[in-house]
């Protein structure tokens, strides 16, 4: 007999929207639109007959029916992602989730991943662009990811619990070298400034850290720090970024620095998941990144 349940579609959007508390943090973890996951909710509570989510303001938020299901979907997923990793280990393929920023995935990760994979041929690593780390990387662990990669050491605290130290981060202004900057004893002056959407605390507490005065008319939102850099690039204004993130455009003289960068030591980590040991594979791969930073040769000043 076939067993009478709804499609996995529905309920991963289910899982995501009722874990993140947002249809549009579940959208992009998924990787749809929010439209789409919108659709499968819809359709999920029309098979079921009864609403499973409640109007929170402008968002949704679990009912009691929902709660109580949401408990028997995590765990039902959590099983299976658990079965499904020890059937990849057995024929000997070890899988490692690791969740990151999408500008540190792209600007530093991906391009050094094939020296990973050939020290670790039989390791796959799945990366996670989550939305609480949707460019920041918090300090909060993804609570399904093996390691969660962390640098924002502007907008939020490090999570010293399970927190493995990796590297220092740097943060300071860069603009494109012929755009309107004046700098005086007390305060730097020019028209935009170009922040992260989730991350605006970076411009008050780099002001607060280092005693510069900002005056700007107007600021420029971007949802991923690559694309505020690439708007700093085009002259839109002055970005405040990490230097890592920047160091091509710097040496190419795309951008120039307008300010000295603030340094936290040890302020790049690695935060294991708290629930679960790491497997010899996520070690291995938490060794390689270890190795791969003190090999780095970064003039952080």
């Excluded at 507490?205 to 690039?233: D, R």
């Amino acid at each position: 007999m076939s067993r009478n349940l709804p499609p996995l579609s529905y309920l991963r959007a289910f899982e995501a929207t009722a874990r993140l508390g947002s249809v549009t943090r579940a959208a992009e973890e998924l990787g749809r639109t929010h439209g789409a996951v919108s659709k499968q909710l819809q359709l999920l509570q029309e098979q079921i007959g009864a609403p499973v989510f409640e109007k929170a303001g402008t968002g949704l938020r679990l009912n009691e029916d929902g709660t109580a299901f949401f408990s028997t979907v995590s765990k039902a997923f959590d099983l299976l992602e658990e079965r499904y990793h020890e059937l990849k280990i057995k024929r000997g393929e070890a899988s490692v989730h690791v969740a990151c920023s999408a500008t540190f995935a792209m600007v530093w990760l991906v391009p050094r991943l094939a020296e990973f994979y050939s020290l670790h041929p039989n390791c796959r690593l799945q990366l996670s662009m989550s939305p609480s780390m949707r460019d920041g990387g918090t300090g909060h662990p993804r609570e399904d990811a093996d390691l969660t990669l962390s640098w924002d050491r502007l907008s939020k605290p490090l999570v010293r619990a399970n927190s493995v130290p990796l590297a220092s981060v740097s943060f300071g202004l860069v603009s494109a070298p012929d755009y309107a900057f004046q700098a005086t004893s007390r305060e730097l002056v020019f028209a935009a400034r170009i922040s992260h959407d989730r991350m605006n605390e970076q411009w008050a507490n780099w002001q607060a850290a280092t005693g510069h005065k900002i005056s700007s008319l107007s600021e420029l939102y971007f949802p991923h720090m690559h694309l505020c850099v690439g708007a700093a690039v085009a002259g839109l204004g002055v970005a405040l970024v990490e230097r890592r993130f920047v160091l091509s455009e710097l040496k190419s003289g795309k951008l120039v620095e307008r300010s000295e960068f603030l340094r936290f030591e040890n302020g790049f980590a690695a935060i294991i998941n708290p629930v679960r040991p790491l497997s010899p594979a996520a070690m291995d791969f938490l060794n390689w990144l270890q190795s791969a930073f003190a090999r780095e040769h970064i003039d952080q000043h």
